[in-house]
């Protein structure tokens, strides 16, 4: 079972930074497709992006975070990050790190984009912008 743990999150004003962390207890993670998502309140769980093991693919993104924020991940710390840039107040909610030990066979923005499709998950950690 590889366990996630997420953290970076906090209290930020609109328009500034944050940088989440998630780090897996496994090094197979470095061969799982790794995203992020996210819930606020009374919301449904939001895709926010998506990232493959192997640099050379693209990653995804959700409409809502495209072009504010950036994922990547560092295989040789088993951890991936999501630097998020030009924050909102709607940007505000709970973000999780997920993985998926299959989603590398399937890597579209359809299939990604699918929390149902995610095998682990952390605990998640509290994004809050004030405006």
């Known amino acids: 079972q590889v366990q996630l743990v997420e953290s970076g999150g906090g209290l930020v004003q609109a328009g500034g930074s944050l940088r989440l962390s998630c780090e897996a207890s496994?090094?197979?993670?470095?061969?799982?497709?790794a995203g992020w998502f996210r819930q606020a309140p009374g919301k449904e769980r939001e895709f926010v992006a998506a990232?493959?093991?192997?640099?050379?693919?693209?990653?995804y993104y959700g409409d809502s975070v495209k072009g504010r924020f950036t994922i990547s991940r560092d295989n040789a710390q088993n951890t991936v990050y999501l630097q998020m840039s030009s924050l909102k107040p709607e940007d505000t909610a709970v973000y999780y790190c997920?993985?998926?030990?299959?989603?590398?066979?399937?890597?579209?923005?359809?299939?990604?984009?699918?929390?149902?499709?995610?095998?682990?998950w952390g605990q998640g950690t509290q994004v809050t912008v004030s405006s």
């Open positions: 496994e090094r197979r993670f470095n061969t799982y497709v």
């Open positions: 990232i493959a093991w192997n640099f050379d693919r693209n990653a």
């Open positions: 997920t993985a998926s030990r299959t989603l590398g066979s399937n890597y579209y923005m359809d299939y990604v984009s699918r929390s149902s499709l995610y095998d682990y």
